[in-house]
């Protein structure tokens, strides 16, 4: 457009140089002024014609073509205070039919954006008060400003996030934030089939992170309630389903240089829990002891890549990795870091050269002591008695996975390839059960070992997105499968239809409705049932207020809209001037000149 | 004048034995009220006051109701009576004197001069005041006897039904339809001498060993009428009548647990029956200490005194006491019981006391005394309470040179003092009797003396080079002594700059030095008796002083064991070279087998209770678990009925499909506080096929080779 502009003003300035210069030339100079004049408006008016000259003006009518849409939230006071400013007879809208106090303002309801679009052109501005409009409702507004009238957000739960699926025995963590803008403390408890597993305070005026967390007790599936109390008044009380599964066990091979009471109690302990566990522990030179443990015999002369085939973890000591040949190192090592195996090794002295000792250097620091060692999530264990404490150096890419209240690391852990390495130099960990920490114990070897194990590649994995499907709202589907068929998914009744991702051949997603609130079945493409949890339309409300306002500031933030709370501001309008004025001016100049020339 | 004179007496005379006659129902209604409020409080606990009040009302009431006013006629004609004197006239007082003809006038002059105020009261009156005075002290003595005579098995009999009934009403019951009536007679064992009670409720408790009695009367004839006890046993009830409409059947009580009552096929639901076990006797042993040392000059006795309780009753309790003697291999035990002289059987709570003469036992210093006490309630259970000990103190080992002789000794002389300073002392004692007071005396000082030049010779070890700074503890009695010679000293310590610390200037640690300075306080304390000429208090202090050295000694002493042994030499050329290659590998396979986990039955259970609670199909292996978990409550119920039983009501209606939402949250509650904890141990895990991370960690593998 500028480019346009400099164009026609380059032209005419040449024009009018040239038509000057012709009346300068002109023999007859009677009336040269006037010409000259009237040569001037002529060009002026020719270049107006092809220029889009724009005036600004304040719009005196501006408010009769404005309207008030109300949305969920919205605080009364702020709108009466609104019309009242403003004069009385703007339109009110709704978006939501069955919102709550609306009826006093006389708000019609808008069933269809486009179709209300198509009726309402005057219209250009709206005035929108509450929590604002979803993604969907708010492009269908592009044609409008908006004014968005924001409002406060009441007490509730913000946002939360948990695992909707866990394995037996694992810690459920349920984070989130809860806004309290009251004056009194709100406590949130997590409960399941009426008994209270946990809770937290939420102080008074804040808008606090919190975190609940317990071992569910069931199998399969239930529903917590998480509950906001103030005082004796429930303030909110949500639903958290929560499946729990049971993993399938490991199979475990054990390298020992010397018969050892640890490896005797894991042993034990695994064993009786149904895991395949297989020990061979060197008793003298090239004589070793064989375990099979719920497995029936293989030889175990030589470690082999098809001997480790059928395991999913190695614990060894770094004596009997020492002591294995060359190729039989190097079979474990391909094993771990090709076919994702894990490996636990558990060092018990600073000299140590093979192929993962680099990624943790140990280090002495004193003899006998009583460590408090703790997990990454902060859980303590029971003080242990170490013998030597050999502590283990972090270095770029290892994650600690154990350690003591000094920081110290004794149980570390990294990827080599494709498979993962921990590394302990807790040798009496069965002090802990034989103390009668069975409970800790568990937790110390079910943390290495679910650590270092690889995950199990499953052939088709469902996920369901949001993570909190509501009723009679879009839900995505989607599966991942490595399946060539061409998979049909089903909830319930109802088939789901899926569309193959076009980048990622594995991905399928399809769209559901879920009608009723509660656990929904759907069927998987082996047969099995996979469950996910469908809301009512009034659970976890703040959060969809919360995304809808966020939604709401985000569009007028990228379509430069006005985001406000308090005064309007006079609109200021680019008009257009009439071009008819610019031609009458010319054809009055050229003409003029026509007439003078023939006088 | 005269006229009024006569009436006057006889209108006094009408007062006076009327407000007598009130008296004497005043004070018989205050008995009877007395009695009344009495027995009222006593039983049925009823509040004094409004007691009180009621009985005020009550005297006031009766004495209106029933005490007649004596009329003006009435006293006149017990003076006609009672007084032949008057002759018949004294009617005639009453009546005024001018209405009176001649005759009559005489008459009154006559019978006037004869009649006076001085008159006695009736004998009917007297009688009443007199028996409303015996009532009275009777209703006194009987209100005072039922405050003071403990509560008799009748009291008892309401007290505890009351109670019953209120442990039995926590849980509503129906009873079954056909049943028009059911009694249940609760008899406890004689033991307890708690009365029989009888009830018409199903859901009963009992005390331990109860029989209880049920007498069921149906609405029609039935054929058989069973109660089915924990889901295991089963009672027949046997009819007594022709119409086969009235059910009787016995049961003792041996555990707690549930029933229900099964007329023809019908099942009620279940009902508790809950056990008050009959609790072992409570023994607290107040007096002595678990471990007591009796030390040198402390009178050889022991007071034991102990509480016991119990919930119906002792029926015997002894105190069991072993002395040991002796050393070493010839330590010898000698076992006896005492019983307690103020114990008598059958009460529930007593305070028993015992002294216990330590000499009497035949005890020598360094023997032992372990005790314990036993009681036995009527239920025979017996409780023992924990050992206790007590040692007499053996001072002769203090005095043996054993130590001295062997060990690593480094003040020997010190030693062989502080010994020399007790021998001294008891031989003093010993003396006293036949020395004069002021040899007596001159020797007792010395020997402070001698104490004192033994405590500077330790004070030495300690760094302190004078009298003022030893026994830091005993300052101000030293300071008295030498406030003149040290004032100076101190000035000069004020401000003078001192490079060693006396305390530090030791070669022992703090530890030895702290036990040196304790033993210096117990010289100091001997000393202070010895120089107050009180040795037999010295003694005690002397002792402690020997003990504390004799330690000192023993921490001192190392051991340093032998050292040369002789051992084959090696041959390093032969060693592990051993042919192993006819040892065989132990292989050791085996096998276990999965047992089904009650936890694991419950957490399914649970998880089926969601699918239930969503109402969804149950498959069967589903329903399996819960009937499973279902038999898991059932066991808990007959154990502690109260906290399972409405859990496993819930669970039985939800298996038959006739639940309410409540009822699965209560399953659920109930199951979920029956397990403790969920089993950590690892498990795989599953992740989505992912190929486009495989691509990836297939082309980082590439470019890195």
């Given at each position: 457009m500028i480019e346009w502009n400099?164009?026609?003003?380059?032209?005419?300035?040449?024009?009018?140089?040239?038509?000057?210069?012709?009346?300068?030339?002109?023999?007859?100079?009677?009336?040269?002024?006037?010409?000259?004049?009237?040569?001037?408006?002529?060009?002026?008016?020719?270049?107006?014609?092809?220029?889009?000259?724009?005036?600004?003006?304040?719009e005196n009518d501006a408010i009769n073509r404005e309207a008030v849409l109300l949305t969920e939230g919205f605080s009364p006071d702020s709108v009466n205070n609104f019309l009242s400013v403003n004069n009385n007879n703007i339109p009110v809208f709704r978006m939501n039919k069955n919102l709550k106090r609306a009826g006093k303002y006389n708000a019609s309801y808008i069933p269809d954006i486009d179709l209300f679009a198509q009726r309402h052109k005057d219209l250009h501005t709206f005035h929108v008060f509450g929590y604002g409009m979803e993604q969907d409702d708010l492009e269908g507004l592009k044609n409008w400003s908006l004014i968005f009238h924001q409002a406060k957000l009441s007490s509730g739960i913000t946002s939360i996030k948990w695992s909707h699926k866990i394995r037996t025995g694992e810690k459920l963590f349920i984070q989130g934030s809860f806004n309290n803008p009251s004056s009194s403390k709100v406590k949130i408890v997590l409960k399941s089939f009426n008994a209270t597993l946990d809770s937290v305070n939420v102080l008074s005026g804040t808008n606090q992170k919190f975190q609940l967390a317990t071992i569910p007790k069931h199998a399969g599936r239930a529903v917590s309630l998480v509950i906001a109390l103030a005082g004796k008044d429930t303030i909110e009380k949500e639903m958290v389903p929560v499946e729990v599964e049971q993993g399938d066990p490991l199979k475990v091979l054990i390298l020992a240089s010397s018969p050892d009471f640890d490896n005797k109690f894991l042993k034990d302990r695994l064993a009786q829990n149904g895991y395949v566990v297989v020990e061979r522990t060197s008793v003298s030179k090239n004589k070793f002891e064989k375990n099979f443990l719920n497995t029936p015999t293989v030889p175990l002369g030589r470690i082999t890549s098809s001997l480790l085939d059928k395991f999913d973890v190695t614990i060894a000591d770094a004596a009997a990795l020492n002591s294995l040949s060359t190729p039989e190192l190097t079979s474990i090592q391909t094993q771990v870091a090709q076919k994702s195996m894990g490996l636990i090794v558990k060092a018990d002295s600073v000299s140590n050269s093979s192929f993962y000792s680099s990624s943790f250097p140990l280090a002495t620091s004193g003899n006998r002591q009583l460590l408090g060692l703790s997990l990454s999530d902060s859980t303590n264990f029971p003080a242990i008695n170490v013998e030597s404490v050999l502590s283990i150096r972090s270095m770029p890419g290892t994650q600690p996975l154990v350690a003591d209240k000094q920081n110290r690391v004794f149980v570390n852990s990294s990827l080599f390839g494709s498979g993962k390495i921990v590394l302990t130099t807790l040798a009496n960990t069965f002090s802990w059960a034989l103390a009668g920490y069975q409970n800790d114990y568990d937790k110390f070897w079910t943390e290495l070992l679910n650590k270092v194990s690889a995950k199990q590649v499953a052939d088709e994995a469902w996920t369901i997105s949001p993570a909190l499907p509501k009723i009679n709202k879009r839900v995505q589907v989607q599966?991942?499968?490595?399946?060539?068929?061409?998979?049909?998914?089903?909830?319930?009744?109802?088939?789901?239809?899926?569309?193959?991702?076009?980048?990622?051949?594995?991905?399928?997603?399809?769209?559901?409705?879920?009608?009723?609130?509660?656990?929904?079945?759907?069927?998987?493409?082996?047969?099995?049932?996979?469950?996910?949890?469908?809301?009512?339309?009034?659970?976890?409300?703040?959060?969809?207020?919360?995304?809808?306002?966020?939604?709401?500031?985000?569009?007028?933030?990228?379509?430069?809209n006005i985001l406000r709370k308090g005064e309007k501001e006079a609109r200021m309008i680019d008009r257009e001037i009439n071009k008819l004025i610019f031609l009458l001016l010319f054809l009055f100049c050229a003409g003029y000149m026509w007439f003078e020339n023939k006088v | 004048m005269d006229e009024l004179r006569s009436t006057n007496i006889i209108e006094t005379l009408?007062?006076?034995?009327?407000?007598?006659?009130?008296?004497?129902?005043?004070?018989?209604?205050?008995?009877?009220?007395?009695?009344?409020?009495?027995?009222?409080?006593?039983?049925?606990?009823?509040?004094?006051?409004?007691?009180?009040?009621?009985?005020?009302?009550?005297?006031?009431?009766?004495?209106?109701?029933?005490?007649?006013?004596?009329?003006?006629?009435?006293?006149?004609?017990?003076?006609?009576?009672?007084?032949?004197d008057l002759e018949e006239s004294s009617h005639l007082l009453l009546k005024s004197y001018a209405s009176l003809n001649q005759l009559e006038k005489l008459q009154v002059i006559k019978v006037e001069n004869r009649i006076d105020d001085r008159i006695s009261r009736p004998p009917v009156l007297r009688r009443r005041f007199k028996n409303a005075g015996i009532l009275l002290a009777i209703a006194l003595i009987l209100s005072f006897g039922v405050f003071v005579i403990p509560l008799n098995s009748s009291s008892k009999f309401l007290k505890t039904s009351a109670a019953s009934v209120f442990a039995t009403q926590n849980k509503p019951e129906t009873k079954p339809a056909q049943v028009e009536d059911a009694q249940i007679r609760i008899t406890p064992p004689a033991y307890t001498r708690k009365a029989v009670r009888e009830q018409d409720r199903f859901n009963v408790v009992a005390e331990q060993d109860a029989e209880l009695k049920w007498a069921i009367s149906t609405t029609s004839a039935v054929k058989e009428v069973q109660l089915l006890f924990n889901d295991e046993s089963i009672v027949r009830l046997q009819p007594v009548d022709r119409d086969k409409t009235k059910w009787i059947g016995r049961k003792p009580v041996r555990t707690s647990g549930f029933y229900q009552v099964k007329i023809d096929n019908n099942l009620s639901e279940l009902y508790q029956v809950e056990m008050i076990r009959d609790q072992p006797p409570v023994i607290?042993?107040?007096?002595?200490?678990?471990?007591?040392?009796?030390?040198?000059?402390?009178?050889?006795?022991?007071?034991?005194?102990?509480?016991?309780?119990?919930?119906?009753?002792?029926?015997?309790?002894?105190?069991?006491?072993?002395?040991?003697?002796?050393?070493?291999?010839?330590?010898?035990?000698?076992?006896?019981?005492?019983?307690f002289s103020n114990f008598s059987a059958g009460g529930q709570k007593y305070q028993l006391q015992k002294q216990i003469d330590l000499a009497a036992l035949g005890m020598q210093p360094g023997d032992e005394l372990y005790f314990y006490v036993n009681a036995r309630d009527n239920y025979h259970q017996e409780k023992r309470s924990d050992v206790y000990i007590v040692r007499m103190e053996d001072t002769a080992q203090l005095m043996s040179m054993d130590?001295?002789?062997?060990?690593?000794?480094?003040?020997?002389?010190?030693?062989?003092?502080?010994?020399?300073?007790?021998?001294?002392?008891?031989?003093?004692?010993?003396?006293?009797?036949?020395?004069?007071?002021?040899?007596?005396?001159?020797?007792?000082?010395?020997?402070?003396?001698?104490?004192?030049?033994?405590?500077?010779?330790?004070?030495?070890?300690?760094?302190?080079?004078?009298?003022?700074?030893?026994?830091?503890?005993?300052?101000?009695?030293?300071?008295?002594?030498?406030?003149?010679?040290?004032?100076?000293?101190?000035?000069?310590?004020?401000?003078?700059?001192?490079?060693?610390?006396?305390?530090?200037?030791?070669?022992?640690?703090?530890?030895?030095?702290?036990?040196?300075?304790?033993?210096?306080?117990?010289?100091?304390?001997?000393?202070?008796?010895?120089?107050?000429?009180?040795?037999?208090?010295?003694?005690?202090?002397?002792?402690?002083?020997?003990?504390?050295?004799?330690?000192?000694?023993?921490?001192?002493?190392?051991?340093?064991?032998?050292?040369?042994?002789?051992?084959?030499?090696?041959?390093?050329?032969?060693?592990?070279?051993?042919?192993?290659?006819?040892?065989?590998?132990?292989?050791?396979?085996?096998?276990?087998?999965?047992?089904?986990?009650?936890?694991?039955?419950?957490?399914?259970?649970?998880?089926?209770?969601?699918?239930?609670?969503?109402?969804?199909?149950?498959?069967?292996s589903s329903v399996e678990i819960l009937e499973q978990a279902s038999m898991q409550l059932s066991a808990r119920a007959a154990q502690e009925p109260a906290a399972y039983l409405a859990s496993l009501e819930a669970l039985r209606r939800i298996l038959k499909s006739s639940f309410k939402p409540r009822d699965v949250s209560l399953a659920g509650t109930t199951l979920q506080r029956m397990i403790r904890s969920v089993i950590?141990?690892?498990?795989?895990?599953?992740?989505?096929?992912?190929?486009?991370?495989?691509?990836?960690?297939?082309?980082?593998?590439r470019r890195n080779d």
């Open positions: 400099y164009i026609v003003i380059g032209l005419c300035v040449l024009l009018l140089i040239f038509l000057i210069w012709k009346e300068v030339k002109r023999a007859n100079k009677a009336r040269f002024g006037w010409r000259l004049l009237a040569t001037i408006f002529a060009v002026i008016g020719l270049a107006c014609l092809a220029l889009p000259i724009t005036y600004r003006h304040a599966v991942h499968t490595n399946s060539a068929k061409v998979p049909q998914g089903q909830v319930g009744e109802a088939a789901v239809y899926l569309k193959q991702n076009p980048d990622l051949p594995y991905q399928w997603d399809g769209i559901f409705y879920p009608t009723k609130a509660g656990w929904q079945v759907g069927i998987q493409l082996s047969g099995k049932p996979f469950y996910w949890y469908a809301y009512d339309k009034s659970d976890w409300k703040m959060i969809g207020e919360k995304e809808r306002l966020e939604a709401t500031v985000r569009y007028l933030f990228d379509h430069n | 009408q007062k006076k034995w009327n407000r007598q006659n009130l008296d004497a129902y005043l004070i018989l209604g205050i008995a009877i009220s007395i009695f009344a409020s009495a027995i009222f409080i006593r039983l049925f606990h009823a509040n004094f006051l409004i007691v009180t009040k009621i009985s005020i009302v009550a005297i006031a009431g009766m004495i209106s109701l029933f005490v007649k006013k004596i009329k003006e006629n009435d006293v006149v004609k017990f003076l006609n009576e009672a007084f032949p607290v042993v107040q007096s002595p200490k678990p471990n007591t040392i009796i030390q040198y000059g402390q009178p050889k006795k022991i007071l034991i005194n102990v509480s016991i309780s119990d919930d119906y009753g002792i029926e015997n309790t002894f105190i069991n006491a072993t002395t040991a003697s002796g050393s070493g291999e010839a330590v010898k035990f000698k076992e006896q019981q005492i019983s130590g001295l002789v062997s060990g690593v000794d480094l003040k020997p002389e010190f030693f062989r003092s502080q010994r020399q300073i007790i021998i001294e002392t008891e031989q003093l004692l010993k003396d006293r009797d036949t020395i004069c007071v002021e040899s007596f005396n001159k020797k007792s000082s010395d020997l402070g003396v001698d104490q004192k030049l033994l405590r500077l010779r330790y004070g030495r070890f300690l760094g302190e080079e004078n009298e003022t700074e030893i026994g830091g503890g005993h300052d101000d009695h030293k300071g008295e002594q030498n406030a003149v010679e040290t004032k100076g000293e101190d000035i000069l310590n004020q401000y003078s700059h001192k490079h060693d610390n006396a305390e530090d200037a030791t070669f022992f640690d703090a530890k030895t030095k702290k036990q040196l300075l304790a033993t210096l306080s117990e010289m100091w304390t001997a000393e202070l008796q010895l120089r107050t000429l009180k040795p037999k208090e010295a003694l005690p202090f002397e002792y402690k002083a020997l003990r504390l050295l004799k330690d000192l000694q023993q921490q001192t002493r190392a051991y340093v064991g032998k050292t040369s042994t002789k051992t084959t030499p090696l041959k390093p050329e032969i060693r592990l070279t051993g042919d192993l290659s006819k040892v065989t590998e132990p292989v050791i396979q085996q096998g276990f087998q999965q047992k089904a986990d009650p936890v694991t039955t419950l957490r399914k259970a649970l998880g089926i209770l969601e699918m239930v609670r969503n109402r969804e199909v149950l498959q069967r950590n141990i690892p498990q795989r895990s599953k992740t989505a096929p992912d190929k486009l991370s495989q691509r990836y960690f297939m082309n980082l593998n």
